[in-house]
């Protein structure tokens, strides 16, 4: 069986054998890419197909050696790459030509099924626009863009929203722009959605979107795999940093890190040695010219906030982590809080969840597939969608038409309230109760290896790409 992967970034292993820069993003893709490398009881024949650095000519049809771990691996797996030219760092641009490029690709690989990992950029377009035949096409659901998009400002304040700075006002990325990226990237999104045959996700949230905009899809649930380094450990209590709170991302309004430097001015009233970790750049950086002049609307409001909730001494950016060091930050974590104001199924949370990392998350788009609040860990409020945004429909409006009709602003401002005050208290309880953190811990890491369960979940990929060639037939 001929498989083909369109994905959004060039795998590790793929970058490690060509020379080049790795991501570290997608960190699970790396993970079912193992299962598929250290089984030689399959006959699944695999190409990869992705976007190519803009300064780097794109590889064709190079045939890639990657290392196995299986020590009862006889020889070694060759997987066939090609590059394609796309504008990642525009995404929300669609560039007819990659339907030519794609075109080519599928062409010369003639699979049996194509399995497009996200629905986030236009080559999932480009390839449902190009390829005749839909019923092979299998449309992995990562976001949903243009539900991000609804979610996008997460409760900021009108001011915040508004701001414009040296930056934004430079590279023309300001946040309502970004927002509206967001949503024209929704619009290719959901005709991608209406395009495909087959769709597989993960939780009950996705499903129901997905099948609102394409009825006559099948589709598949399929958990996924994650990195290989976070199904080995557990966390231990007796060897964290006490009343460590680590936060995966908060790079953008979207992931909610003003909710926490909101909340924890209250939380250090109750715990006064809280210090909290947030993975990546420091958006907030402002001691040199440089930094002044680069700095974002968003960034500077999380500055703001944390000069007037005097937080300096407490809030911590590591900056880019690699996948040991993440895990290494887990452990030492008193808890991982999962602040968006929407997701699908962090993988951030799932790794949390297998190590035992004491969590607590907003209940918000897909996790209540993933994560039991109450039994895994504790739940905390989260932003409302409006109600036709929840499942999907009548999408084509922009987040902020939706909260003006919908919402007024006193009854914003109270959902911010309620939102910081519940993740105060869900923090705050969770360190309070040192058995049942215990207890949620387990609890957690017990559910996560279910859903994250290797074999099961590349027997569940097997099968789903079986039934799609079937199908053909």
């Not at 929300?92 to 950029?121: A, N, W």
């Not at 722009?177 to 209406?194: D, L, P, T, W, Y």
Request: hydrophobic share 35%; glycine share 6%; proline share 5%.
């Amino acid at each position: 069986m001929r498989v083909l992967w369109v994905c959004n970034i060039m795998l590790p292993v793929i970058a490690e054998a060509l020379h080049r820069e790795a991501s570290n993003k997608e960190g699970w893709l790396s993970g079912l890419l193992s299962q598929i490398v250290d089984r030689e009881d399959t006959d699944m024949t695999l190409a990869v197909a992705f976007p190519a650095p803009a300064d780097a000519e794109a590889p064709w049809r190079l045939r890639v050696p990657v290392p196995r771990t299986n020590p009862c691996a006889t020889d070694e797996y060759n997987i066939t790459c090609y590059g394609f030219c796309e504008d990642t760092v525009h995404p929300d641009r669609y560039q007819p030509e990659l339907e030519e490029e794609l075109r080519k690709i599928m062409e010369d690989y003639d699979p049996d099924v194509i399995h497009c990992f996200g629905t986030e950029y236009p080559h999932t377009l480009a390839v449902c626009r190009a390829y005749p035949h839909p019923e092979r096409i299998l449309l992995g659901i990562q976001g949903i863009c243009s539900l991000c998009a609804e979610a996008y400002f997460a409760d900021l304040p009108e001011r915040v929203k508004r701001k414009v700075t040296f930056r934004d006002l430079v590279k023309r990325d300001s946040l309502r722009s970004q927002q509206e990226k967001f949503a024209r990237r929704g619009v290719m999104e959901r005709e991608a959605i209406g395009l495909a045959g087959n769709i597989t996700g993960r939780t009950a949230w996705d499903r129901e979107v997905t099948t609102g905009w394409n009825p006559e899809a099948q589709y598949y649930p399929m958990n996924e795999t994650l990195r290989a380094s976070f199904y080995e450990g557990s966390w231990d209590p007796e060897h964290c940093d006490p009343h460590s709170i680590f936060v995966s991302q908060g790079d953008y309004p979207l992931k909610g890190l003003h909710y926490l430097l909101k909340a924890l001015p209250g939380i250090r009233r109750k715990f006064p040695d809280v210090q909290v970790y947030v993975a990546g750049n420091d958006l907030t950086a402002y001691h040199t010219l440089k930094q002044k002049l680069k700095i974002s609307a968003y960034g500077q409001y999380l500055r703001n906030l944390i000069r007037e909730g005097q937080l300096e001494d407490c809030v911590h950016f590591t900056g880019k982590l690699t996948e040991q060091q993440m895990r290494e930050r887990f452990l030492r974590s008193h808890l991982f809080l999962c602040c968006s104001s929407l997701e699908n199924s962090p993988n951030s949370l799932g790794e949390a969840m297998l190590l035992g990392v004491p969590c607590v998350s907003t209940k918000v788009g897909g996790i209540p597939s993933l994560f039991d609040g109450g039994r895994d860990g504790l739940w905390c409020e989260g932003h409302r969608l409006t109600e036709t945004a929840e499942t999907g429909r009548n999408t084509s409006d922009t987040a902020e038409n939706k909260n003006n009709t919908c919402n007024s602003k006193g009854s914003k401002t109270t959902e911010l309230e309620n939102i910081v005050k519940s993740m105060e208290k869900s923090i705050i309880e969770m360190w309070s109760s040192p058995e049942k953190m215990l207890e949620y811990s387990k609890n957690a890491r017990e559910h996560a290896r279910k859903t994250y369960d290797k074999e099961k979940n590349f027997a569940k990929l097997q099968e789903i790409y079986a039934k799609i060639a079937e199908r053909q037939g």
